[in-house]
């Protein structure tokens, strides 16, 4: 029973890690001047009310107060997976011996022997403890 739920917990742990290892996201930055006003992962910026105002000074002054930042965190991009013949023969060598090693270290109990087993008691004339009155207290 415990065994088949570690079983499971490993297998979902393992099963995130390759997921959060693989996934990619991008975090947007929306600066007005020196001043962080909005920071998005999945969703869309807002924009500062002095967008509007920045487009009419930027064709004036050809200076622009409001910038974006785009900040990329790349996951794994592939993943491989090695077969026993693609290793080299030392780590096929440590592989096949932990294997063989692990598996004989837990030995089965040896099957016992029952002499008893299919031994039918004889049938009782007269109950014995009775007749001679000795019981056990």
Known sequence: ?????????????????????????????????????????????????????????????QVHCCKDTVDLVKGQDHLTIKKFEDLDFDQQLFLSTFAFSYINLFEGLPQQVIPHKYYSPPNLVADIQVRDQVFLI
């Open 1 to 61: 029973m415990i065994q088949n739920v570690l079983h499971k917990t490993f297998s979902v742990a393992l099963a995130l890690l390759v997921f959060f290892s693989t996934v990619s996201f991008t975090v947007e930055k929306h600066f007005c001047g020196d001043v962080l006003v909005d920071v998005s992962v999945f969703s869309e910026l807002q924009k500062c009310a002095m967008e509007a105002f920045e487009i009419e000074m930027a064709e004036k002054t």
